[in-house]
């Protein structure tokens, strides 16, 4: 399974490239925080070394001599100094065996020991200070007038940015925060662009499909106001287009009737078959035209829809229509599916498709699937000669008819298809017509639940 990094959606990009900056903003402002924090601590490590030592050494300084050994002995026992602190009275400095103190450590130890506050008549002579962070251990050690040093050897340990757990806790939560109101944000800035792409979408099932409002930001105001005059312009193309239509079909239908009467004196009665024949076929194709004109303009409501009733009455009107096919129009699938969409537009579009399969071959097949992901398909299957690659598709253009297989002597005016296909597009769905590999033709109709 490949893993898509870059997400195609608008929303999804927008918060994906949020949340990189603000991870990384965070990790910025995160790496500055623990240095400080870091520079914070040695400083008050180091002011506490310092002041622990000094008051160490003036401890031992102020006693008399002959009682220095227990005043470190008794500072030896002090609860505060029993994390590893050990004073010594010794000849020598303490910390021979550890390595020097860095320069930096050094400066800041000696600057924090000459802000400790003592006056200056008891401040020692000399100062030696030894260790450092990596073997975690630093003495510290003051000569005394007499020559002997004072020295106290306490633990180094490292610096820990991370030591406080509440910071931790709050900067966790800060960052969730952060992150659950971005993906508000872009969620709810990015909605519009989901909207314009439904109403483009509904437009295209339905040119009759209600405006956008035209609200929130200026942007936002000016696309959908923009869409929903372009809507109207291509509604008023349609309707002009529909209404042309059909009023050129109603119009031939007055001389259509005059050529039947005028048709009705002819002597040659071989003449008048052909000519009303010829009528009768203009006539139809004028009736489907009107049909056609109003399917493209009825504004049916949208109510719920038993699928599996609805194909099996358009079956038994069928069957009573040509009772010789009874036996060969048959329903397969569910009790019951239901739809939303518009009863009469429905049932003429599943009609022409059973019409369609019953005149050209033979017989009709309706096989019904239970829905799934939100969509339902229904198939209306025929076992006739099938239909040419080529002209699977242009099948659905208005008025064209296959000569070949479909010819004028079977009837038809080339309107069936287009008038399911653009009902069924109305209701957002579609019809597909194909090949069945033994023989026929399938028209797999699929429409949402």
């Given at each position: 399974m490949q893993i898509r990094l870059w997400p195609r959606s608008l929303a999804a990009r927008t918060a994906l490239v949020l949340l990189a900056s603000l991870a990384l903003v965070q990790v910025a402002g995160l790496t500055i925080h623990a240095f400080d924090r870091m520079e914070l601590q040695r400083f008050a490590q180091t002011r506490d070394i310092a002041s622990r030592a000094m008051n160490n050494y003036r401890s031992v300084a102020l006693a008399l001599p002959e009682q220095r050994a227990a005043v470190v002995a008794e500072l030896n026992q002090r609860e505060d100094l029993r994390d590893g602190t050990a004073v010594v009275l010794d000849a020598s400095p303490p910390g021979a065996e550890l390595p020097p103190t860095p320069a930096p450590l050094m400066r800041e130890l000696r600057v924090s020991m000459q802000l400790v506050p003592m006056p200056q008549l008891q401040r020692p002579r000399e100062v030696v200070i030894r260790g450092d962070a990596e073997i975690a251990r630093i003495a510290l050690g003051m000569r005394l007038l007499d020559g002997r040093w004072v020295g106290t050897t306490m633990p180094l340990p490292p610096v820990r940015p991370w030591h406080s757990l509440n910071?931790?806790?709050?900067?966790?939560?800060?960052?969730?925060?952060?992150?659950?109101?971005?993906?508000?944000?872009?969620?709810?800035?990015?909605?519009?662009?989901?909207?314009?792409?439904?109403?483009?979408?509904?437009?295209?099932?339905?040119?009759?499909?209600?405006?956008?409002?035209?609200?929130?930001?200026?942007?936002?105001?000016?696309?959908?106001?923009?869409?929903?005059?372009?809507?109207?312009?291509?509604?008023?193309?349609?309707?002009?287009?529909?209404?042309?239509?059909?009023a050129i079909g109603h119009d031939l239908r007055t001389p259509i009737t005059r050529l039947k009467l005028r048709a009705e004196f002819m002597e040659d009665d071989e003449q008048r078959r052909k000519m009303m024949l010829d009528l009768d076929e203009l006539e139809s194709m004028v009736a489907a035209t009107l049909a056609f004109g109003r399917d493209i303009a009825a504004d049916e409501p949208v109510s719920a829809v038993d699928l599996t009733e609805l194909a099996r009455t358009v079956l038994d009107e069928t069957a009573d229509a040509q009772p010789e096919m009874t036996e060969k129009l048959v329903y397969q699938g569910p009790d019951h599916v239901t739809v939303r969409a518009r009863p009469k537009s429905l049932k003429r579009a599943l009609t022409n498709l059973v019409a369609n399969a019953v005149k050209y071959g033979g017989n009709a097949r309706v096989v019904l699937a239970a829905p799934v992901n939100g969509s339902v398909m229904l198939l209306v299957e025929d076992d006739g000669p099938g239909v040419p690659p080529g002209e699977l598709e242009r099948v659905f253009q208005p008025f064209h008819r296959i000569e070949t297989s479909r010819n004028r002597e079977t009837g038809g005016t080339g309107l069936g298809l287009p008038i399911a296909r653009n009902i069924l597009r109305a209701h957002g769905g579609d019809v597909v017509l194909s090949n069945r590999p033994l023989g026929g033709v399938r028209a797999a109709v699929s429409l949402p639940v």
């Open positions: 910071f931790l806790i709050s900067f966790v939560v800060m960052t969730l925060a952060a992150a659950l109101l971005t993906l508000w944000a872009v969620r709810r800035l990015t909605a519009p662009v989901a909207t314009l792409a439904a109403a483009a979408e509904a437009l295209g099932r339905d040119v009759n499909a209600p405006p956008l409002p035209e609200t929130g930001p200026l942007e936002v105001a000016q696309a959908a106001a923009a869409f929903n005059t372009m809507a109207a312009r291509i509604r008023r193309f349609v309707q002009d287009r529909t209404f042309l239509l059909t």
